[in-house]
């Protein structure tokens, strides 16, 4: 029942002891931090089957029927491996690039690339 009126709301919601909460914005620091400690675990997993996510992955705690937004996950249930990127074309719209195997990732935006490779690192 949460997951069907949560799906039909606008923003996150957690539902803890049949409660439902209003997920609030975060700050610009607790953002660096969830994205530190990310980083830090990400390293520190290196070459694991354990892989560490943040922001936006909902996770139900099935033993308190319980669903959460954690700012970092770790989990061993590695994704398919795929590059989507968006683009504004020169027209304006927007345009969704698949990026193939062994291209680099070209975010020319912000001036910054990143190989293939290393965005799947440590995924099987």
Known sequence: EYLRWEAERPGKHEFVAGEVFAMG????RHVTVSLN???ALDD????TPYRAYMAG???????????????????C?????AVELSRRG?????VLLD????????MASIGATAAWERLFRNVD
């Open 25 to 28: 914005s975060a700050t610009r």
């Open 77 to 81: 249930d590695p994704d398919r491996k």
């Open 57 to 75: 992955m909902k996770v139900e705690a099935a033993k308190d029927a319980a669903y959460f937004y954690p700012d970092v996950l770790v989990t």
């Open 99 to 106: 990026i193939a195997a062994d291209t680099p990732l070209e």
């Open 37 to 39: 400690l990310a980083a």
């Open 90 to 94: 020169e027209d304006g719209l927007w």
């Open 44 to 47: 520190a997993l290196a070459d």
